[in-house]
């Protein structure tokens, strides 16, 4: 499975955006697809994860009420809503493909990330 992730960009506090997560290769089929974010300096954090059925979601409480994740397994991908953004959100978004938690060590594949830039 290789993954690409794609949306990001500079956007002011308030703002929303939407980074997508596209699969190649073998399909996403019966993988949970998570999104992670490392800001400079700081380790890879979850943000998002979302299960091969889009009925089971799970946020970190630092984005809960602000980002929604969901999937179209048709084509492919996988989407991370994000609004009301503010400056700390800033960071570099990964997506990858596994198990539906939050470690970083249940997910197999990773997309290089996109870069999300939140000003004040």
């Known amino acids: 499975v290789q993954l690409q992730a794609s949306g990001g960009g500079l956007v002011q506090a308030g703002d929303s955006l939407t980074l997508s997560c596209a699969a190649s290769g073998p399909s996403f089929t019966g993988y949970a697809v998570g999104w992670f974010r490392q800001a400079p300096g700081k380790e890879r954090e979850f943000v998002s994860t979302i299960s091969w059925s889009g009925g089971s979601t799970h946020y970190a409480d630092s984005v809960k009420g602000r980002f929604t994740a969901s999937r179209d397994n048709d084509k492919n991908t996988v989407y991370l809503q994000m609004n009301s953004l503010k400056p700390e959100d800033t960071a570099v978004y990964y997506c990858?493909?596994?198990?539906?938690?939050?470690?970083?060590?249940?997910?197999?594949?990773w997309g290089q990330g996109t870069e999300v830039t939140v000003s004040s």
């Open positions: 990858a493909a596994g198990s539906l938690v939050r470690q970083i060590s249940g997910y197999k594949y």
